[in-house]
């Protein structure tokens, strides 16, 4: 018998709990490994926009072309751009009002910006819970097909009269199967969890950092 065909059986021949166990962590691995490919396109995309955005945003001098260069675009802006547009867009709208002082237009752009800006701050951490609820609940799920299938293999011995090792130790195997699996499943999740977190922590800082900067320039343009 190969290992690979061993290892199968062992599956096959488990209880049903610990059947069902197995199946549940093999799927929270699955939906897990995608999510976290997932996000990790959708941070370096955000990182490499943002640097892309600034780079523009600086060696302007006159913003309006390129508030209308974004807003002309076919797709809907995201990260930096978003937040830009929000905030310029509430600016100009202001300015063209009447009785308004130049603190309450900052104010206002300000206010458009940070729902911008938190708006992209949900979209980062997104499925980021997922993974941590992976990541600290996996190996108890596996642990609870291991003590089912260890119990079930002890059991088991209660119906014969002289125990061997060779009757417990398959019970025993299907039952760390599930606990492999569920390890199997947490660690990326974790790792990936962990690692992610501190990649959205970075970009919402530097689009805060951005927006501050922004609210400025648009605090002397509303005083000029």
Do not use: C
């Not at 959708?42 to 309006?64: M, N, P, Y």
């Not at 060779?166 to 974790?190: D, H, K, R």
Request: hydrophobic content about 45%; aromatic content about 10%.
């Amino acid at each position: 018998m190969t290992p690979d065909h061993s290892f199968i059986e062992l599956i096959l021949n488990a209880s049903l709990l610990v059947q069902f166990v197995m199946l549940i962590l093999a799927l929270a691995s699955l939906v897990s490994w995608t999510m976290i490919f997932n996000k990790r396109f959708l941070l370096k995309r955000g990182k490499q926009d943002a640097e892309i955005f600034e780079e523009r945003f600086w060696s302007v001098e006159d913003l309006t072309p390129l508030y209308t260069r974004i807003t002309a675009k076919r797709y809907e802006p995201s990260g930096m751009e978003k937040i830009f547009e929000a905030g310029f867009k509430e600016f100009a709208r202001s300015r063209k009002l009447d009785n308004i002082d130049a603190e309450t237009i900052v104010d206002g752009s300000q206010r458009a910006m940070r729902i911008a800006m938190n708006k992209e701050m949900d979209h980062l951490e997104t499925n980021l819970s997922f993974l941590a609820t992976v990541g600290s609940t996996s190996p108890y799920i596996g642990l609870l097909g291991t003590v089912w299938g260890i119990m079930n293999s002890f059991q088991a011995l209660g119906t014969v009269q002289q125990a061997t090792i060779s009757m417990v130790a398959p019970g025993i195997s299907e039952a760390l199967i599930a606990t492999a699996m569920g390890l199997f499943a947490a660690i990326p999740a974790v790792i990936a969890y962990n690692r992610y977190s501190y990649d959205v922590e970075r970009l919402i800082s530097r689009y805060d950092n951005f927006m501050e900067e922004f609210a400025s320039i648009l605090h002397r343009h509303a005083h000029s």
